[in-house]
């Protein structure tokens, strides 16, 4: 029988790759494939215990979206040929790890070398000591696939851990963890033929082909405005760029530029999350612009608000990141930002105003009021029509008592622990340098460990930070 079991966060088994035609086929063709099956499998088991029967586990741990994708192209691939358990790491249980024979770890590294919130359940389950009494793990064959950035200091830090873990635990490695630098193709083909030599794969099979390049997309620049002139931060630039018609992405989607570089090495790319829906009209970012010591622009930011010119065109990709999607509209939403973190945050209050959800409450911090009212008008039409219930702006800069969104959460910690009582979602984007970690720490001092991990099980404690 084939068919793959899809777990989420929050979200009941959904069954894949599966038509009623094919239940009705695979019914009435059951015996003889099993028995067939049988024969084979133990045959190859002999041989290669990589390839073992039973149902391959294909965890992957993604905050971004890409290890996700990855793991379900991985999973469309092998249910071809046998049954495939796909989860999210912090979905895995003991028995899932005990009963698969062979599993394939797809795990990207978030923070410094941290996991990705749909891991921190695994990992303090599984790889901070203790955990999991006595769970052993002899029985299976498992390779990780760890992707990552080499700018940052603890390269695949996740990923490897897990590796790392899962040996201590007496698991087998096929081979030694394949590392990916920026979904590097070279590296993602080097993973699939350790998988073919392995007998994971069969020759002709694929798993990563175009994983690091989707489809480009023709934009052109439409307007750009500076939203913050006199601020003494950089200057935060407002981008609307057409796209062809027919183009969808949801509130939380990222936006995949390629920036043209001189010289042999080709564009460079640069992440931004969408600040617009699709009715809008037009795709738009905030950019804020990197000035660098020696008075250069950063790469990204410099091009897109000095060089691009109006009217001018770029190549991009939408990225879906459901890690960040909206929640149902009858679930209150807290949202958290700081900088160009409004973008993500502006997105998902379209998305609350087209679905008519009220229970919207904004926290969001900047430096000065005088000119770092990034969507002032809008922000104050929504308080007025309703679609925003709350609205707190904290300004760092302008010596008043509360500095940060944290310190403006902490001071209502009364308010946010009633919108939590009624189910609400807490969603942050902006830094990761200073604002989501405070905001991190508040929510475990408030919620405590496990509340905050079920939380973010609930798919009620969503990040977009960077
Ligand atoms: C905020 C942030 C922090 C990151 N930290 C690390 C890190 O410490 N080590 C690393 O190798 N990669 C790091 N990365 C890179 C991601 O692991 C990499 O982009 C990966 O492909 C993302 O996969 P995903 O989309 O499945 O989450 C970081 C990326 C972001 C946005």
């Known amino acids: 029988m084939r068919y793959c079991r899809c777990r989420q966060a929050g979200k009941q088994a959904v069954p894949v790759f599966i038509s009623a035609a094919q239940w009705l086929q695979a019914g009435a063709f059951a015996l003889a494939y ?4 049988g024969l084979c499998l133990r045959v190859r088991d002999a041989q290669r215990p990589a390839a073992a029967a039973g149902a391959t586990l294909i965890a992957y741990a993604s905050q971004g979206g890409s290890a996700r994708k990855l793991a379900q192209r991985h999973a469309e691939t092998l249910a071809r040929r046998g049954p495939v358990t796909l989860l999210a790491l912090n ?5 899932d790890l005990e009963n698969a024979h062979l599993a394939l770890f797809i795990a990207s590294t978030y923070g410094e070398g941290e996991p990705p919130d749909n891991a921190l359940r695994f990992a303090r389950l599984w790889l901070r000591g203790g955990g999991q009494d006595g769970a052993a793990l002899s029985r299976l064959h498992y390779a990780v696939l760890a992707l990552g950035d080499s700018e940052y200091r603890q390269f695949c830090g996740f990923g490897l851990a897990l590796d790392r873990g899962l040996r201590e635990r007496g698991a087998r490695p096929m081979f030694a963890p394949q590392t990916v630098d920026r979904l590097d193709d070279r590296a993602l083909v080097e993973w699939q033929n350790r998988l073919l030599e392995n007998a994971v794969l069969e020759s002709g099979e694929t798993v990563v082909d175009g994983a690091g390049q989707g489809a ?10 500076c939203l913050n002139a006199g601020s003494p931060g950089a200057g935060v630039y407002h981008l609307r760029l057409g796209l062809p018609p027919g183009v969808d992405w949801r509130a939380g989607d990222i936006a995949v530029l390629d920036i043209p570089r001189e010289g042999p090495e080709g564009p460079v790319q640069r992440e931004y999350s969408i600040a617009s829906l699709p009715s809008d009209g037009a795709l738009e970012l905030l950019v804020r612009q990197v000035c660098k010591d020696d008075g250069s622009f950063g790469v990204g930011s410099g091009w897109l608000t000095r060089q691009l010119p109006m009217g001018g065109e770029l190549a991009l990709q939408v990225r879906d990141n459901p890690a960040f999607h909206p929640p149902p509209p009858e679930r209150p939403l807290i949202l958290v ?4 973190g409004i973008a993500g945050l502006r997105a998902h209050l379209r998305a609350r105003v087209q679905v008519g959800a009220h229970a919207n409450w904004l ?3 900047e430096r000065t009021r005088a000119h770092d009212r990034l969507f002032d008008d809008e922000l104050a039409a929504w308080l007025g029509s309703g679609h925003l219930q709350r609205l707190d702006r904290v300004y760092s800069r302008d010596n008043e008592p509360l500095r940060y969104v944290q ?4 001071a209502q910690q009364q308010e946010l622990q009633a919108w939590l009582a009624r189910g609400a979602a807490v969603f942050v984007c902006g830094s990761l340098e200073g604002m989501a970690p405070a905001v991190h720490r508040l929510l475990l001092e408030i919620l405590g460990e496990r509340g905050l991990e079920d939380l973010s099980l609930e798919g009620r404690y969503r990040r977009d930070v960077y």
Do not use: E, K, W
Not at 216 to 225: I, N
Not at 337 to 340: A, H, K, M, P, Y
Not at 407 to 410: F, G, Q, S
């Open 407 to 410: 310190d403006a959460l902490a």
């Open 216 to 225: 480009r997309l023709p934009a052109t620049v439409l307007d750009r405005r």
């Open 91 to 95: 979905q895995v249980q003991a028995a």
């Open 34 to 37: 099993l028995l067939l099956c």
């Open 363 to 365: 926290l969001f911090g």
């Open 337 to 340: 930002g700081n900088g160009t």
